[in-house]
């Protein structure tokens, strides 16, 4: 990094970006990864998801899974998640630069959102041992929205990220027990980030250097105090990415009663390019327009601090291992089982490079841990028209302590509790529905980013979190 940049990083961290780390809320598996990608696997909490093969949706858990679906099929799904998110302060302050005040506003907020998921699949054979498929959905997105006055805008007010995932595939059948698959992700990534900027703060930060004309009286002066809600600005981050990753994967049918399947993907990393646009208030225009020093990097700073600006950042979305098993204990009920690894260790931290060298980067710490998902559920067969599903799993999340936790993503560990049915209308024609219940333990916050120089605020205080998720498909069969 530049001598500059070096200088002006508590500038940019003044802005209240803590990078692209708040990509998500509450999302719905480890980090703000999502899994919900068909409503039949959303009635077993995603058990066995990798070994079931039971329609279109394995084209995304195990494209080898295709050669066990006869003819062609098409589904159409939709996953509506509502996430409940309270948040009760426990001494947010400004930063230590600016005295540690404590922040105005509201001791408790609400970040829940509702978001809809789409998905679609469609498989078709090619051959007795080849078929393809092509899967849509979202591998990757929530969202989180507090009020503009909480404690803590100047970390965030309004985070969201959506992945679309476009994943064609192939199947190939090498025995009766024996099914290889392979696909390509075509992702497209967007984000929208935003947060209020401390005006006050960002005046005295200017005051302090000894480059221009502008003292701290000016500021006072001007009523653009620390912490002041009424002279806040607002700061908006938004960009996008298109980026191409790989999966595989096998199933194996040792016996009429046994399937086991293995399935992984492959680590994406985006490149997001994007924009800074910001709104300040008028008197801190004023101000930084009374510059009237003689040395040209202060005319430069006060000229160029809080202007729009393009905006680049790096994002490595994380490798994941699935093995799952299917059981046909009985002729009416299945047992089924899922271990699933996401390496998020990949994601050590986030920078966000600003064109304009007046703002400086911005730069998160995340240090995020690997994670497991185990699963279990089973499907009840009640007739030729009627499967009764039933689910349960365990998700670790990958923020390793409440120091790691930020408030764009103030997830935590979480429980599934999931039911779910699919009905056999014709032979051409199905459709299946599912719901979930995550339930999350209080969730402590303590962030304070070390990069921050101790210009970031500082967000303290207890989240109290559940999910819901309900989930239907539409099935289409043809000869």
């Known amino acids: 990094m530049s001598r500059q940049n070096r200088r002006l990083r508590p500038l940019g961290t003044l802005v209240g970006f803590i990078g692209l780390a708040g990509l998500t809320g509450v999302a719905q598996a480890g980090g703000f990864a999502l899994v919900e990608h068909g409503a039949s696997g959303l009635g077993n909490a995603y058990a066995g998801a990798a070994a079931v093969s039971h329609d279109g949706s394995t084209v995304w858990f195990n494209p080898a899974g295709m050669s066990q679906i006869e003819g062609r099929q098409v589904i159409v799904g939709v996953h509506l998640l509502t996430t409940d998110t309270q948040w009760t302060d426990n001494g947010t302050t400004l930063g230590a630069a600016v005295g540690r005040a404590t922040a105005s506003g509201p001791d408790t907020a609400d970040a829940g959102t509702t978001s809809a998921l789409p998905n679609f699949y469609y498989v078709a054979p090619i051959n007795e041992q080849w078929s393809y498929g092509l899967s849509i959905g979202a591998p990757f997105g929530s969202s989180t929205e507090y009020d503009s006055n909480w404690k803590g805008r100047y970390t965030t007010v309004k985070s969201g990220l959506s992945v679309i995932d476009i994943n064609p595939a192939l199947s190939y059948r090498l025995s009766d027990k024996v099914s290889l698959g392979f696909g390509i992700s075509v992702q497209q990534l967007s984000a929208e980030l935003g947060s209020a900027v401390d005006s006050g703060a960002a005046c005295l930060g200017i005051a302090a250097r000894d480059d221009n004309s502008i003292t701290s009286t000016d500021c006072i002066n001007a009523g653009l105090t620390p912490g002041n809600v009424n002279n806040d600005g607002y700061g908006e981050v938004t960009g996008d990415s298109t980026e191409i990753g790989f999966n595989l994967g096998a199933l194996f049918t040792p016996n009429d009663k046994l399937k086991i399947g293995v399935a992984y993907r492959h680590s994406v990393d985006h490149e997001i390019d994007g924009d800074g646009d910001f ?201």
């Open 279 to 479: 709104t300040t208030p008028q008197n801190l225009q004023d101000v930084f327009a009374s510059n009237t020093g003689d040395d040209p990097q202060g005319q430069f700073v006060t000229q160029n601090f809080l202007t729009d600006s393009d905006a680049t950042a790096e994002v490595d979305l994380p490798a994941t291992l699935s093995l799952s098993t299917a059981y046909q204990a009985t002729p009416k009920v299945q047992l089924l089982g899922d271990i699933t690894w996401t390496g998020w260790s990949s994601l050590e931290e986030i920078r966000v490079v600003y064109d304009n060298p007046a703002q400086g980067d911005t730069l998160s710490v995340q240090e995020w841990e690997d994670v497991m998902r185990y699963s279990a559920g089973l499907n009840y067969t009640h007739s030729d028209k009627l499967t009764l599903r039933a689910g349960v799993a365990f998700d670790e999340e990958a923020i390793p302590d409440a120091t790691r936790r930020t408030a764009r993503i103030p997830g935590n560990d979480r429980t599934w509790l999931s039911f779910g049915a699919g009905y056999n209308v014709s032979q051409r024609f199905s459709f299946d529905v599912g719901y979930s219940l995550l339930m999350l333990d209080e969730t402590p916050i303590d962030h304070t980013d070390p990069e921050s120089e101790g210009v970031g605020q500082e967000v303290r205080g207890t989240y109290d979190s559940h999910v819901h998720i309900v989930g239907a498909q539409l099935n289409w069969s043809f000869k």
